[in-house]
């Protein structure tokens, strides 16, 4: 039975396969995934597209891990082997706010892990991708997720064009920042370091915004038995997913890890079941001109600074002075349960 869902008096009543259940009347989640595809946002991309819960409203692509245009044609492709060529995909900025765009080649030369996916059966939306934001915000006013799983760039230049739609999201969820040591150097985290101005930009936008940093990451591994479990089901999404899986796995074991943190998988685990996470309400400033620090996503977890007052000659600490929490950090994460829920929604598709 094909998925399809009707409006009732008592909320959305979802028909998906044999199950039967009533959600709560937000249900579907109407979202909108920013993403530089990417291994881990392809993984973030299947699981959005093969859970009732969320209604994907449109991809919208940044260069992060890839160029602007292999992950243009990347998101194509993974839409299609999803089969939903009818989702609009969006090419955005081509590049961050004000440096030269910094590329992972770990995710392999083509972005997803040198697979090859069939070719796309759709082609790019017209529209510019902060532009489409904008414009799904306002079709949907408050109801709108906005998921960036890369650099911020897209998502700076649709606040700063339409500062409207900060007060007209839903809600911002975001992979991205590290509040216990970056992945890039000592303290910043890829999405955050390869663009720093845009991400200050959206970290102060005034809108309900949750950060799923590294940290979440490193508590969710995909092990080789997770793998295993996954491998014994067959599909094509299913296949592509174990073939990402590994090469993330044989990745991170160079590491000395023991299975491959699950970064943008978790940001969308968070938007599907907002119970997988613990978040504390925290001030994040990031960090634009440290020599050793920029990109850092610096938490003031008391939200207060030392107050500075003059004693004669020099100032003296005394009191301190409130600073407005704007970030809900996510602290920890049920991460076993979080790859169940992956496993089950690719097992089969
Ligand atoms: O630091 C992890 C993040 O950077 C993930 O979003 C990964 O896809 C890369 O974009
Ligand atoms: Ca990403």
Not at 80 to 103: E, H, M, W
Not at 106 to 120: E, M, Q, V
Not at 249 to 255: A, D, F, G, P
Request: proline share 7%; hydrophobic share 45%; net charge negative.
């Amino acid at each position: 039975m094909k998925a399809w869902a009707y409006e009732s008096m008592f909320g959305i009543l979802m028909m998906v396969g044999s199950v039967t259940w009533a959600a709560s009347p937000e249900l579907p989640r109407r979202v909108i995934i920013d993403t530089d595809p990417g291994t881990d946002d392809a993984l973030a991309i299947l699981l959005a597209l093969n859970s009732p819960e969320l209604k994907v409203e449109a991809l919208t692509v940044v260069p992060g891990n890839v160029t602007a245009a292999q992950g243009i044609e990347n998101a194509l492709k993974l839409v299609s082997l999803a089969g939903r060529p009818d989702i609009p995909v969006a090419a955005g900025a081509r590049k961050p706010l004000l440096q030269k765009l910094v590329t992972a080649e770990t995710h392999g030369s083509n972005g997803l892990a040198n697979i090859s996916l069939p070719p796309a059966r759709c082609n790019p939306d017209p529209r510019f991708a902060p532009d489409l934001i904008i414009e799904l915000v306002h079709r949907y006013p408050h109801e709108i997720t906005l998921v960036p799983l890369g650099p911020l760039t897209n998502i700076a230049l649709a606040l700063s064009k339409d500062p409207s739609i900060a007060g007209l999201v839903k809600q911002v969820v975001l992979m991205g920042g590290a509040i216990s040591g970056g992945n890039v150097d000592a303290v910043a985290e890829f999405n955050i370091y390869v663009d720093p101005e845009s991400a200050q930009i959206v970290f102060n936008g005034g809108w309900p915004l949750t950060m799923v940093g590294l940290e979440i990451g490193r508590k969710t591994l995909f092990r080789r038995h997770h793998l295993a479990q996954l491998r014994k089901t067959r599909g094509a999404q299913n296949d592509f997913a174990t073939d990402v899986l590994e090469h993330l796995i044989n990745l991170s074991e160079k590491y000395g890890l023991e299975g491959a943190p699950l970064y943008d998988p978790t940001a969308m685990g968070a938007v599907i079941d907002h119970a997988l996470i613990t978040t504390q309400f925290i001030h994040i400033d990031v960090e634009l001109r440290g020599e050793f620090t920029r990109g850092e996503t610096v938490a003031n977890r008391q939200n207060a600074l030392n107050r500075k007052v003059p004693r004669g000659d020099r100032l003296v600490f005394e009191g301190t002075e409130p600073l407005q929490p704007n970030v809900h950090v996510a602290m920890d994460i049920d991460g076993e349960r979080f790859v169940s829920l992956l496993i089950a929604r690719l097992s089969g598709k």
